[in-house]
């Protein structure tokens, strides 16, 4: 029998997976924002079973859910996350802890296999209380500072409180030992159409899109909305309007296959239904994995900005407030996917990028990392009947599995037959 061959147990990786969902249950997806009681329910439900791995168990200060392996040899670091955006989907996130433990159970516990998986589930990756919290800390790039002033977005709990209350006030927080791990690999559904558009089972991500977002203000002259002529008006709200349908005129010519843009928020000021607007604001983002595309439209926004501006009658600034750049995926873990895809998926595999945010961004600014796709039905996500087919659960966590062993034994190359 060829020595990649695949241990994995569909029925317990389907299995765990119904368990998860049945915390926190909302129709048929979860309820699970940070730090509720279904979501601390399912970090506990981990640490219950990652023993059965080999591995010692903790939930460390911010909420991160960590096993450790004593086993000898090279050490992958495998998962995700385990809280739900609100009222939201069961397998954004608990696939990738899930397929992160069967790989642990399957590679652990046989002597025959190098090394060891660890397995982590990152708290709030869904950014009820800020951005990649759990990932960050792990990282070393969050301080004591930045927890004490972080609150949930829904709720506005301090997020001290809501530590305190889950029995985590005064623990260590788990931080990256350098070295440890010869990378980190995560799981994921798709979220998209790509996968089933396509007929295929796989996406080896190539890239993680960086996410710029800018705040473009109109200054024009708040008057009466009765009295004032329609060619005196100097209306903020109106050159908000026209800037809107001249991105959408000009970004195409000049943006690449996969760059995505919004504008998000529309604020007028006063906002009243007689009184023109004095000023306006927009919340534009961007998103590619190429920062020269990005330079390029930022370009374009800013002498848009000039343009609109010399001429009148309302002027235009053009603020940066967020730069992210893209996470390029570890181009061996890639390799590694793929010849795991071949040898248990039929080869039904594509490279693409991530239009979406992952842990696995923050992890690779200190280790390699990649990541994998699953179909996602109709490419819903972030609601709660997002869903994937079983069939597909149980290949993308052979694939998996498969991947984790590849890159245990050294490369993406060498069990490729
Ligand atoms: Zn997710």
Request: hydrophobic content about 40%; proline content about 5%.
């Amino acid at each position: 029998m060829p020595d990649h061959h695949s241990h994995v147990d569909g029925a317990r990786v389907l299995a765990d997976l119904h368990a998860l969902r049945a915390i926190g249950a909302y129709k048929t997806g979860v309820h699970k924002p940070t730090f509720s009681e279904p979501h601390i329910r399912s970090l506990h439900w981990l640490t219950e079973r990652l023993p059965e791995a080999g591995l010692t168990a903790e939930i460390d200060g911010i909420g991160n859910v960590l096993g450790t392996s004593s086993k000898p040899g090279p050490k992958l670091l495998a998962g995700s996350h385990l809280e739900s955006q609100n009222y939201a989907g069961w397998l954004d996130g608990p696939l990738g802890v899930i397929y992160a433990l069967e790989a642990a159970r399957v590679i652990n516990a046989d002597p025959a296999a190098p090394g060891a998986i660890e397995v982590a589930a990152w708290c709030d990756e869904e950014g009820h209380f800020g951005s990649f919290l759990g990932s960050r800390s792990y990282i070393g790039g969050v301080t004591e500072a930045d927890i004490d002033a972080a609150r949930d977005r829904t709720g506005g709990r301090a997020m001290r409180d809501a530590l305190r209350e889950a029995g985590l006030a005064g623990r260590t927080r788990a931080v990256c030992e350098r070295g440890r791990h010869i990378g980190y690999l995560e799981a994921h559904i798709e979220q998209g159409q790509t996968l089933e558009d396509s007929g295929l089972k796989i996406g080896v991500v190539t890239s993680i899109v960086g996410i710029w977002q800018y705040r473009i203000t109109f200054t024009g002259e708040q008057n009466h909305a009765g009295t004032t002529r329609m060619a005196d008006r100097k209306d903020a709200g109106l050159a908000l309007a026209r800037f809107c349908v001249a991105i959408d005129d000009r970004f195409p010519a000049h943006c690449g296959p996969r760059t995505v843009w919004t504008n998000g928020r529309i604020a007028l000021d006063p906002g009243a239904p007689s009184i023109i607007p004095g000023s306006a604001e927009m919340l534009f983002q961007i998103r590619d994995d190429d920062p020269a595309v990005i330079a390029r439209l930022e370009g374009l926004l800013r002498s848009m900005a000039v343009e609109v501006s010399a001429h009148g009658p309302c002027t235009v600034g053009v603020e940066c407030i967020r730069t992210g750049a893209p996470a390029i995926m570890d181009a061996s873990f890639q390799s590694a996917i793929e010849a795991a895809s071949t040898a248990v998926a039929c080869g039904k595999s594509i490279r693409m990028p991530s239009g979406a945010g992952h842990d696995a961004q923050v992890l690779a600014t200190v280790m390699p990392a990649a990541m994998l796709f699953v179909p996602s039905i109709g490419g819903i996500s972030h609601h709660w009947t997002e869903n994937t087919e079983e069939a597909d659960i149980v290949t993308g966590a052979e694939v998996y599995v498969d991947a984790c062993r590849r890159l245990l034994r050294g490369s993406g190359h060498d069990g490729s037959r």
